[in-house]
């Protein structure tokens, strides 16, 4: 009467997009699995429970349920629930990841010049400060190289 849960742990059920379950009960390739679904990827479903603040009064449980796509040689396991995720849907969450990075990325660097030209502009004051030594004339030469004749010495 109660053994209906050890049948379920004995198997693996495999998701598919449009709701449909397959429950297996022997261990799979996942690249087994994408071959009898083309355009799909295999991906195991993560599900963990957090509970909101223990500041509140009451804590609610949130369900968070988090996919980690497997590469064609893992093995799907007994007791497990696997979701095939369509190709472009995989393609659109990692361009979306790449893009994410990429912004953190220039937004880092953009804090980085920020700081560096608060610095600069510290610098440049302290500068401002100290009177000034040269005209502005002279700071628009070029350098230029001065090189005086040299006599050459016939050997009698």
Not at 40 to 66: C, D, E, G, M, W
Not at 78 to 106: D, I, N, S
């Amino acid at each position: 009467m109660g053994n209906c849960q050890t049948v379920d742990a004995a198997s693996l059920v495999i998701q598919h997009p449009n709701g449909k379950a397959n429950k297996l009960y022997s261990p799979v390739l996942a690249k087994q699995i994408m071959k009898m679904n083309p355009g799909h990827h295999v991906a195991l479903l993560l599900t963990t429970t957090v509970y909101s603040s223990p500041v509140a009064k009451q804590a609610f449980p949130i369900r968070i349920t988090k996919i980690k796509l497997l590469k064609p040689n893992d093995s799907l396991l007994l007791g497990h629930v696997y979701r095939l995720v369509p190709y472009q849907e995989v393609m659109r969450g990692l361009m979306a990841k790449k893009q994410a990075k990429m912004k953190k990325q220039t937004s880092s660097e953009l804090e980085f010049l920020r700081e560096n030209e608060s610095d600069n502009k510290v610098i440049n004051t302290e500068e401002d400060e100290k009177p000034r030594r040269w005209s502005v004339s002279s700071r628009s030469k070029a350098w230029q190289p001065s090189l005086g004749s040299i006599s050459e010495v016939e050997a009698s």
